[in-house]
């Protein structure tokens, strides 16, 4: 089983940064493309940024420049430094992954929990 852990959110000002953390953790033979996706109350889940496993990324349009997606593969750890905050960005962050266990040896994509990110005006 490959489990992942989010931390760093919390109630930050506008304009104020916050870097979010992405652990995984479990018998882990590899792992593919890493992203984060928010959520904020009454909207649709979307895509914030993507990583692959060699550090190609990809940006939604409405953080492109603000937001800036990274990863450790030593430590199965994808990261989201976030600048220039605005109250839109408020919402839950998810980590998303592709991973293949080293018990099962098959690909799943896998959630963590999220970590709520506010941001007042």
């Known amino acids: 089983q490959v489990q992942l852990v989010e931390s760093g959110g919390d109630l930050v000002q506008a304009g104020g940064s916050l870097r979010l953390s992405c652990a995984a953790s479990g018998s882990i033979f590899s792992i593919g493309f890493m992203g984060w996706y928010r959520q904020a109350p009454g909207k649709q889940r979307e895509l914030v940024a993507t990583?692959?496993?060699?550090?190609?990324?990809n940006y939604a349009d409405s953080v492109k420049g603000r937001f800036t997606i990274s990863r450790d593969n030593a430590k199965n750890t994808v990261y989201l430094q976030m600048n220039s905050l605005k109250p839109v960005d408020t919402a839950v962050y998810y980590c998303?992954?592709?991973?293949?266990?080293?018990?099962?040896?098959?690909?799943?994509?896998?959630w963590g929990q999220g970590t709520q990110v506010t941001v007042s005006s």
């Open positions: 990583i692959s496993s060699s550090g190609s990324t």
């Open positions: 998303n992954a592709d991973a293949v266990g080293r018990v099962g040896g098959l690909l799943y994509n896998y």
